[in-house]
């Protein structure tokens, strides 16, 4: 696959997470400022969370949230895709790649915000390896779909979030490479937030988070204090260019500008 020196200019932009709310943590913020500068948003949770209850069937809780996550899509004006698997059954495999594989091609996103490689959770974990290999066989036409979409060469620049709680598995702060000052929209990201209230209740008896809304505007603080120049922030890692855009692509500094910050510091310490 080739691709041209120029930036990507087709502004569409495609949130994947692992659980529904997941999104609405680590990357929400990103993506109402990406809808801000003109961009056509969708947001997907791989996962159904039926896992997350201590109260509600399998039925119940599944549909529940269902309908949670359409709620915060409909607050951040995304279009929403429904999940693909269970809780703890994102594995890495053909099957999985094959249905997002469909949706990258059908969705083109010239950015897709993707959670952390490394995080405390495995369903996280996965959701990406699967994610990063899906958007690698857009446009491999021998690679059959879920259901079967015609391939797109376009480019798609992948960028990283930071894991929930900042530090991945072995407890290692991860740091961002780029900052995106959320501090105008986390009113609305904390009502995206919001409307995952049975993920609330499950968290307060599961994990002692008697704060859920407090608990993302804390993390979105710390971030910006790393960024030494934002009230609240939201962190990403660039993913390699090899096979998906034009080495010099960045497609969120280019469409948020101001808004997005990179550190010189990472970008250096990339070479070492």
């Known amino acids: 696959m080739t691709h041209a020196a120029s930036q990507p200019t087709h502004r569409v932009a495609l949130a994947i997470g692992a659980h529904p709310d997941d999104i609405e943590f680590m990357m929400a913020g990103t993506l109402l400022l990406l809808k801000e500068a003109g961009a056509d948003i969708h947001m997907w949770n791989l996962a ?11 039925e119940e809780i599944t549909r529940l949230r269902w309908e949670e996550a359409r709620a915060a899509a409909a ?3 995304a279009t929403i895709y429904p999940p693909i698997a269970d809780d703890l059954a994102l594995l890495y495999e053909v099957p999985l790649i094959q249905r997002i594989a469909a949706v990258v091609r059908e969705v ?13 959770m495995e369903d996280h974990q996965n959701a990406c390896r699967l994610a990063v290999t899906a958007a690698f066989a857009r446009g491999m036409r021998t690679f059959e779909t879920i259901p079967p979409t015609a391939t797109w060469e376009g480019e798609t620049v992948l960028y990283h979030a930071l894991p929930y709680g900042l530090r991945d598995g072995m407890r290692r702060l991860i740091h961002a490479g780029q900052f ?86 990472y970008e250096r310490s990339l070479d070492l």
Request: with cysteine.
């Open 108 to 120: 083109k996103p010239a950015i897709i915000l993707l959670p952390s490689p490394q995080d405390y």
């Open 48 to 58: 159904n969370g039926y896992c997350g209850t201590a109260v509600h069937s399998r």
């Open 180 to 265: 995106v000052d959320i501090s105008s929209v986390l009113a609305k990201k904390r009502e995206m937030l919001a409307q995952h209230r049975t993920q609330k209740e499950w968290l307060d008896v599961s994990q002692g988070l008697d704060a859920y809304l407090t608990t993302m505007e804390t993390m979105s603080q710390q971030v910006g204090e790393q960024s030494g120049r934002f009230a609240y922030a939201e962190g990403w890692r660039r993913h390699s260019h090899l096979g998906f855009a034009a080495e010099d692509a960045d497609p969120l500094r280019e469409w948020l500008m101001a808004k997005c910050w990179t550190d010189p510091d």
């Open 75 to 77: 607050v951040a004006g």
